[in-house]
Nanobody, 126 residues
Framework: QVQLVESGGGLVQAGGSLRLSCAAS????????VAWFRQHPGKERESVAT????????YYADSVKGRFIISRDNAKNTVYLQMNSLKPEDTAVYYC???????????????????WGQGTQVTVSS
């Protein structure tokens, strides 16, 4: 089973940018749909963005549309989350998750995913 490791989190000022990476080891990530989720302190985990194994299909949570971009490089076994125009309310632990799926499948439903990374902290200061 694929294993996921997130990186790229850190502290950034409001209006700044960060790029998160979700690197896979084990089976190739090209067989998996991948999503990013986040969890604010004391709150439930919420979806952020998802991308199909082909990269053709992508969906975003309304709260990040127009600011975040999900992409993937299957040759590098990595999925990215480019986060622009960051706001203090984007502060959270960000997780990537994967599920073996068909070519165009992508989902923002947390229950669809069975492989998870350990998370990376993103803090946006005002």
């Amino acid at each position: 089973q694929v294993q996921l490791v997130e990186s790229g989190g850190g502290l950034v000022q409001a209006g700044g940018s960060l790029r998160l990476s979700c690197a896979a080891s084990g089976p190739t990530l090209s067989s998996y749909a991948v999503a990013w989720f986040r969890q604010h302190p004391g709150k439930e985990r919420e979806s952020v963005a998802t991308i199909s194994r082909s990269g053709v299909t992508a969906y975003y949570a309304d709260s990040v549309k127009g600011r975040f971009i999900i992409s993937r490089d299957n040759a590098k076994n990595t999925v990215y989350l480019q986060m622009n125009s960051l706001k203090p309310e984007d502060t959270a632990v960000y997780y990537c998750a994967a599920v073996s799926a068909n070519y165009y499948y992508a989902s923002l439903l947390e229950s669809e995913y069975n492989v998870w990374g350990q998370g990376t902290q993103v803090t946006v200061s005002s």
